[in-house]
């Protein structure tokens, strides 16, 4: 069935508000540091949590049934689709989209635009991912530009949504307006907050701190942007002053790497020096509860991955170094409650809403 006819009809479904049964996601397998082993095993893991859940495993037909092999699962809910080529993490984003047409990313996001899938998952090269879900699957009427979302870890019990990470970096104030209303629609939708509290990343609470793009920004959230919290600064983003983040990709990588980066030698510093010490080792023993509450709180597998917001279908970005319990938490947490709650059918009401209201962003 052509793509654009399946389309309408999954339009009608939802204005009848019918229930979907069954979830499908493409599973690029071959993407990602520890592929396939590990993501056909977070996958597979998954499956058992979710009795609508459907997966198609994407990559080389040979190495996906060897990992297959010993593992007890729901045959008749996963299903391999052959794909003899692989983009590399060193690959050219635009060129190799475009030149590997037989590679497993391709064909994931391939079986999206078709409707044989109704989500996109893969840990491979980012830049190729967001080149491909802009080539295959297109833009939402009313963005200029998409955005990558992340729920990152808090101390206040509930993760605090960032965007954009890393898909544009030079993003105008118009355009971050947009990721605003995604973000505020993601909150409601997969994190369940009723009013959201919505933020700009900023070197200061102030509204005139910050440069030209920033303080734009904030004059169009103050008028257009329900729930806008006013700036934030980076020191209190993992205390609870915001719902939701918004800033370009290009600060917004660099404070996800950093904190990542932070978390992992915070884990590594005490892993390192406890084992040196009896006194070390019996306070550690004394102290485990609250490091293994630490450990949780700072983990950042904890919801897996990074949907790509603003293209007309569901593509989610996995770390490249995701083992299973990422793959696993990013079909639980992002690719499965998206599609059930039809969150992009919302995003593209909000997209046109905000289009009405201030103009088509080019």
Request: contains cysteine.
């Amino acid at each position: 069935m052509p793509w654009y006819i399946r389309g309408v009809l999954y339009l009608i479904c939802l204005l009848k508000e019918e229930v979907i049964s069954l979830v499908k996601v493409a599973v690029d397998a071959m993407g990602g540091d520890y592929a396939p082993t590990e993501i056909v095993n977070g996958a597979l893991s998954a499956l058992s949590y979710l009795e609508d859940l459907h997966l198609i495993l994407v990559g080389k037909q040979g190495e996906l049934e060897k990992s297959l092999e010993n593992k007890t699962y729901p045959q008749e809910r996963v299903e391999i689709c052959h794909a003899d080529e692989v983009i590399g993490c060193d690959d050219d984003p635009g060129l190799s989209i475009r030149n590997k047409k037989g590679s497993s990313m391709v064909k994931a996001l391939q079986l999206v635009r078709s409707g044989d899938a109704d989500a996109a998952l893969s840990a491979g090269n980012t830049g190729a991912l967001m080149a491909g879900g802009l080539l295959f699957l297109g833009r939402m009427s009313g963005i200029s530009r998409p955005a990558l979302l992340t729920p990152m870890p808090s101390f206040s019990g509930k993760p605090v949504l960032f965007l954009d990470v890393g898909a544009n970096m030079d993003a105008r104030p118009e355009q971050l307006l947009q990721y605003a209303h995604m973000g505020r629609i993601y909150a409601q939708q997969i994190l369940g907050y009723n009013e959201p509290r919505l933020a700009l990343l900023n070197v200061g609470s102030e509204e005139k701190k910050g440069n030209s793009q920033v303080k734009k920004a904030y004059a169009l959230f103050n008028e257009h942007l329900a729930g806008f919290n006013g700036n934030v600064e980076g020191t209190e983003v993992f205390f609870n002053a915001a719902d939701v983040v918004i800033c370009d990709g290009f600060v917004g990588n660099i404070f996800l790497k950093t904190s990542e980066g932070l978390s992992r030698a915070i884990l590594s510093f005490f892993r390192q020096e406890i084992p040196g010490s009896i006194r070390y080792k019996l306070g550690a023993l004394l102290l485990q509860p609250v490091f293994l509450k630490l450990r949780e709180k700072i983990d950042t597998s904890g919801y897996g991955g990074a949907p790509l917001l603003g293209v007309n279908g569901l593509c989610i970005k996995c770390h490249g170094s995701s083992k299973a319990k990422s793959i696993e938490q990013a079909l639980l947490k992002q690719a499965y409650p998206f599609v059930k709650k039809r969150v992009t059918y919302q995003l593209q009401k909000a997209l046109k809403e905000l289009a009405d209201e201030i103009g088509e962003v080019q």
